[in-house]
């Protein structure tokens, strides 16, 4: 297993992001809005609580973090990779998974080598990516290809909102449904 992880690539030439911001261009952050924020805040609590549920070891005070606490751990300027997340199973601390929020809207075949290498020098074989967009066609090729030594998930935001939309009207409705008896 030191081989190093070979992607292949189609010859046609992936197209450059179009949506470059200056985290990308510059190496500084940017100051996110509040509505950005508070997104990247319920997604990130989402998926905590999704990886909680499938037996991971994740804390309560991690899920129930207010959203000042938030701010306070990766500030207000953060960048989606800084929200990245390790965890192990519960009962096996071997069997491990990371949480990727790529910067850029439509990952690549060059994030995704990043993401499997980090992952093969830690021993890590599963992934959730968060993205923004749809991958490149590129990329999605080389989850095909790397699926036999990587069990890698993509979510979209847009997804995991829709989620989070779910979980409120399911709670919200169970409450009324209680009244209702």
Do not use: W
Not at 3 to 18: D, M, V, W
Not at 82 to 102: E, G, M
């Amino acid at each position: 297993m030191d081989e190093e992880l070979k992607i292949t690539k189609p010859s046609r030439k992936e197209p450059e992001n179009t949506h470059s911001t200056c985290t990308k261009n510059c190496g500084t952050k940017m100051v996110l809005s509040d509505d950005e924020i508070r997104r990247l805040f319920r997604i990130r609590k989402t998926v905590l609580q999704l990886l909680k549920d499938r037996d991971y070891f994740v804390g309560d005070f991690e899920i129930n973090m207010s959203r000042e606490q938030f701010i306070s751990k990766f500030g207000e300027n953060m960048k989606r990779e800084d929200l990245i997340i390790n965890k192990a199973k519960r009962n096996d601390s071997s069997d491990q998974i990371y949480v990727f929020f790529p910067e850029e809207p439509k990952v690549g075949v060059k994030t995704m080598k990043t993401y499997t290498n980090r992952m093969k020098s830690e021993n890590v074989f599963r992934a959730i990516l968060v993205v923004q967009q749809n991958l490149t066609p590129f990329a999605r090729t080389c989850i095909n290809e790397i699926s036999s030594k990587f069990h890698l998930e993509v979510f979209q935001v847009k997804f995991i909102a829709f989620m989070i939309f779910g979980f409120h009207f399911r709670s919200s409705l169970c409450l009324v449904v209680k009244d209702l008896h």
